[in-house]
């Protein structure tokens, strides 16, 4: 493959552009580089599925793979437009695991069984936790044995084992002779396999060239690095009345089921204000579905003995009398904003717990939301439409979101997913700042052992075995 004198029009506005890239056979690339910095577009060239102003391609590959959080969104998406829910007068869970996955030859089996999915193959894909979503995502797309499969950010969403058995599988494939394209946020991600990089940085290539000789250059080192101090949090304008003497959150004996499994049952817990809890567990085990229980998006929380902020879920209490209370950052939630708004607007969201903004706001919340951007550092993207950023930009604003109202309980469903190290590592100080503080109490969710603050003491672990969760309590 070769690319000369590259030049197209991202959606922000800017131009990725280089001059000459060529890729020979036997090499095996990563795109890496800032979040926004074009890596995403530039992979898209593969495909053909970048409009290029000038420049010119040639040995494009006949048929080209992608696993992304993108295509993942897409194929969500997708589901969600053929629910037929309404028309059943029953939940319609979508397209069953089994049929995407055909034919269920030795190779999907083998890796079935690599990523422990295969309890999930009558299951609908809209009932997929997240990191099942992106297993099922994964083997569509191998199982179509493309000339070019590009992996954009990977492993993420994927608990430890699931990592591990993943990366063996695509070494496996390498030395079959598998073409791939690997694009990264994290550098500490990239496999040992990958012989060249591409490094990206504001739509221009930085560098291109082996890996050992990319990695050394100190620019890189210093764009890859967190160093600024972290500006004081702005000061929160919602007062919440909340007796002090009343827990956050009492569950008791609360379950969940889905048709004829129990994710789990007969767990107690309770939440006290200013006290931090990392969930932890592997993919599938029931995290996603307890904080769903949590925010009232699991209609089961009805039937569950479930006390939030001194209401009793069931007596009477509105979906915004829950809500308002909470702030929120998950990938269902990015996905769920498909509202057109731009930045702004849509941190301006999380004062009326709203996807997307349909009132008139006053000064005061629009200089509250650019203190936050600013903080960030998006405030310059403010009046860009949410779409047109990079998913770890997007990831970024969401947080943002959800820390406007410094909300009595925040709930961070991996929120560092998509970004890169910089933004990792603020949003770490974020947390760890808001842990210390303790105005807000935290539910932190993360498959990721490094990226628990030591502000967080607490510990929720689900322990997944043939289907049913076991949960254990614990203070470090």
Not at 211 to 230: I, N, S, W, Y
Not at 378 to 385: G, I, T, V
């Amino acid at each position: 493959m070769q690319f000369t004198d590259v030049m197209a029009r991202l959606h922000d506005g800017r131009q990725l552009c280089f001059d000459h890239w060529q890729i020979q056979p036997g090499e095996y690339w990563a795109i890496t580089g800032t979040n926004g910095s074009g890596k995403t577009a530039l992979s898209c060239l593969f495909a053909d599925e970048l409009r290029l102003s000038h420049g010119q391609v040639s040995g494009l590959p006949q048929s080209v793979a992608y696993v992304s959080l993108e295509a993942q969104a897409a194929q969500i998406e997708f589901e969600r437009k053929q629910d037929e829910s309404d028309l059943n007068d029953c939940p319609d869970f979508g397209t069953r695991v089994r049929d995407l996955l055909q034919p269920l030859d030795a190779q999907v089996n083998h890796w079935i069984d690599a990523l422990s999915i295969r309890h999930l193959l009558d299951q609908g894909f809209r009932a997929l936790s997240t990191g099942e979503s992106r297993k099922v995502l994964w083997i569509n797309s191998l199982r179509q044995q493309p000339d070019l499969l590009v992996l954009d950010e990977p492993l993420e969403g994927l608990d430890q084992n699931s990592r591990h058995a993943l990366s063996d599988e695509l070494e496996r494939i390498q030395q079959q002779g598998q073409a791939i394209v690997w694009v990264a946020n994290r550098l500490d991600e990239l496999p040992p396999w990958i012989t060249h990089v591409v490094f990206m940085h504001e739509g221009q290539m930085l560098y291109c060239d082996r890996k050992a000789t990319v990695l050394a250059q100190p620019e890189v080192a210093g764009l890859m690095h967190f160093d600024r101090d972290l500006a004081p949090f702005p000061e929160a304008i919602h007062q919440y009345d909340l007796a002090p003497e009343q827990p956050l959150l009492r569950l008791t004996d609360v379950s969940i089921r889905y048709q004829e499994r129990t994710l789990f049952d007969q767990l107690n817990w309770q939440v006290e204000p200013g006290q931090h809890w990392a969930i932890q567990g592997p993919n599938g085990c029931g995290k996603t579905s307890l904080l769903q229980l949590i925010t009232g998006d699991n209609p089961q929380c009805y039937r569950n003995d479930l006390w939030l902020f001194g209401m009793q879920r069931g007596s009477g209490e509105t979906i915004w009398d829950i809500k308002k209370h909470i702030g929120i950052v998950s990938a269902s939630l990015q996905w769920e904003y498909r509202a057109t708004t731009n930045v702004l607007s849509t941190v301006i969201s999380g004062l009326y717990d709203s996807i997307g903004l349909y009132q008139a706001t006053g000064d005061s919340d629009k200089q509250l939301a650019l203190q936050w951007l600013e903080l960030i550092g998006l405030r310059d993207k403010a009046n860009q439409s949410l779409q047109h950023l990079s998913y770890g930009e997007q990831r970024l604003v969401l947080i943002a979101r959800a820390l406007i109202k410094q909300p009595p309980l925040l709930i961070l469903d991996e929120p560092c997913q998509g970004l890169d190290d910089p933004s990792r590592q603020l949003v770490l100080s974020f947390i760890q700042r808001l842990a210390q503080q303790q105005r807000v109490t935290l539910l932190y969710i993360t498959h990721l052992a490094d990226e628990i603050p030591a502000a967080i003491q607490q510990r929720l672990q689900f322990d997944l075995n043939d289907g049913y969760s076991q949960i254990r309590i614990s203070t470090d």
